[in-house]
């Protein structure tokens, strides 16, 4: 790996994206290595709320022979008023092998990179990025079509908020897909990068999309005024069956989740056996972690 840490899509180069993806789906295929990080510690380290994410590397991590301290703000001293610096500095001194990082805050992983002696992996900050996310996205992406060579990906959603939309715009491009965007204009961003399309229209924004992925609306990073009625945003913006099958062709749906049923994703699509990979996304989260831990780590 080039890099020493994974913060960001952006900080990644060329080789090295190829060389995680190339590792994750070696993993995928059932290559094991128990033994590869005996000895190692790896903190897990959850500032902000997490399901998928934070089991998932905990889980890489020990399939891999890594031991796993997991951390989690509610239940530490931070609740008796220790700051995070304070509480940084006092988990590095400990020191641990590697440190996976979630935090609400913009940028917090990169700062905690800055001092730490060993390699630190964004599980997420704030609306900037969720690295891994998108690398398994990518994946699950290419074992069900072949290639992203041309693959028309559509992300839905609260775009302004999210760093799934962010990481994925960073990294789906670079590995050939043609990206668009479907948000209402309150939650399309500013800026787009170059050639990711902004539509605030569902249909005209789906028509000829192979891969439909919906957002959740992030309620946790907005005023409670503009959290919009569940039921007209469905009619606006959420994904039916009848509206994936006038996308296009075999489209296929993907959610990073948690999923807001009957909000941004109707049940019929979520749990269709034939359209939905969101569970093959989830499962593709270990091998992604397991390939991010496995390069960073040995390097
Ligand atoms: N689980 C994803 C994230 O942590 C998406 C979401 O929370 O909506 O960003």
Redesign the pocket.
């Known amino acids: 790996m080039d890099a020493r840490h994974l913060l960001d899509i952006e900080s990644l180069s060329d080789a090295d994206v190829t060389a995680l993806l190339a590792r994750a789906q070696e993993y995928a295929d059932g290559r094991t290595a128990p033994d590869l990080l005996r000895g190692t510690i790896v903190f897990s380290l959850f500032f902000e709320n ?1 399901t ?2 934070a089991t998932s590397f905990e889980t890489a991590a020990k399939r891999l022979g890594a031991q796993v301290v997991a951390w989690a703000r509610t239940a530490s001293s931070m609740a008796k008023g220790e700051s995070f610096g304070d509480t940084i500095a006092t988990l590095l001194a400990m020191g641990p092998d590697a440190i996976v990082l ?1 935090h609400d805050e913009h940028g917090a992983p990169g700062w905690v990179a800055a001092q730490a002696p060993c390699p630190v992996i964004n599980g ?1 900050d704030a609306c900037r990025a ?1 690295p891994t ?1 998108a690398l398994l996205d990518a994946l699950t992406l290419r074992q069900h079509f072949g290639s992203l060579e041309g693959l028309e990906v559509v992300i839905c959603g609260d775009i302004a908020h ?3 939309a962010r990481s994925n715009m960073a990294l789906l491009p670079r590995l050939g897909a043609r990206v668009r965007v479907i948000a209402p204009p309150n939650f399309m961003p500013q800026a787009l990068p170059d050639g990711v399309q902004g539509h605030t229209d569902m249909d005209a924004g789906l028509a000829g999309a192979q891969a439909v992925m919906m ?2 609306i ?1 309620r946790e990073r907005m005023d409670a005024a503009d959290i919009p009625d569940a039921a007209a945003y469905h009619a606006g913006w959420g994904l039916t069956p009848e509206r994936l099958e006038r996308a296009g062709l075999g489209a296929v749906a993907l959610h ?3 999923m807001n049923r009957g909000v941004e994703i109707a049940d019929a699509v979520a749990d269709d056996p034939e359209r939905s990979l969101i569970l093959r996304q989830v499962a593709n989260g270990i091998p992604v972690r397991m390939a991010v831990l496995d390069l960073l780590l040995r390097a």
Do not use: F, K, Y
């Open positions: 997490s998928r994410t979630r997420g969720h996310q999210s760093r799934v957002l959740r992030q990073p989740g948690p």
